[in-house]
């Protein structure tokens, strides 16, 4: 990571480790991107999503689905996998991507001025020529509660293994809980290497019997010119 990257995190990190907080109901749910929150499932709980992307790139349209399952194996240590298939023009599904992460948590919501959790993924995704990239992904988790407003920022390292070159990259999140029901926020993404990111404005609708639906419209920028709506249904068992 850059040293001008480096700085502006413990410039933020700082900055929310001095301020008041009021704690509030845990702000377990991962936002709709990339952005992990500091809260895991609890212990053997299970939870299938499925996500489902509409959007426009350079090449053409697309869809794209996502399935993925996150299981408690305690209540600060978690699972999650998820495998992507693209659908490019509605004609020839294509896999896309898989990763497998496990996610750890320090202590409680709240103990710490900012709550500290680590995750570890191993990645592959399918690249524009065809060849298959692999890579492991460490990320540092840190979260502040305000009452009902969350912030949420990642730190990541890509590491390939096969192919191409390191990268930072860099999710950040705000979401407000507006009920018990609504809820609303956005994120920010960037990764260094690539020189792409994406703002993500979006909302949870968090019904009984543990059942979120989430819907978010993902604008790039920069070298990321692909725009899409994603929609989320999370059940947990």
């Known amino acids: 990571m ?20 009021g704690i ?23 939870e299938p999503e499925y996500w489902f992307d509409y959007g426009t790139r350079p090449e053409g349209d697309f869809t794209r689905h996502n399935i993925a399952l996150e299981y408690g194996i305690t209540d600060h240590l978690m699972v999650d996998g998820r495998v992507t298939v693209d659908d490019p023009d509605k004609s020839n599904a294509n896999f896309d991507s898989a990763r497998l992460e496990t996610r750890c948590r ?5 103990d710490w001025p900012i709550d500290v959790a680590l995750s570890g993924e191993a990645n592959t995704r399918r690249l524009a020529n065809g060849h298959y990239q692999y890579g492991l992904e460490p990320r ?35 979401r407000y809980d507006v009920t018990k029901l609504f809820r609303f926020g956005s994120e920010l993404k960037y990764d260094v290497h690539e020189r792409g990111g994406a703002v993500i404005p979006q909302i949870w609708l968090a019904f009984p019997r543990d059942i979120t639906f989430k819907a978010g419209y993902s604008k790039g920028f920069d070298q990321n ?4 709506v994603r929609f989320v249904l999370e059940v947990e068992f």
């Open 2 to 21: 850059n040293c001008r990257c480096a700085r502006a995190v413990q410039l933020l990190v700082m900055g929310l480790g001095l301020l008041p907080v």
């Open 225 to 228: 010119r692909e725009d899409f």
């Open 140 to 174: 540092l988790v840190l979260s502040k509660d305000f009452a009902k407003l969350n912030f949420t920022l990642n730190v990541a390292e890509e590491l390939p293994v096969n192919r191409g070159a390191p990268s930072a990259e860099l999710a950040c999140g705000a």
């Open 24 to 46: 509030a109901l845990a702000h377990r749910e991962d936002y709709i991107d990339e952005t992990l929150v500091f809260q895991t499932v609890e212990k053997h709980a299970v």
């Open 106 to 110: 320090f202590a409680e919501e709240g």
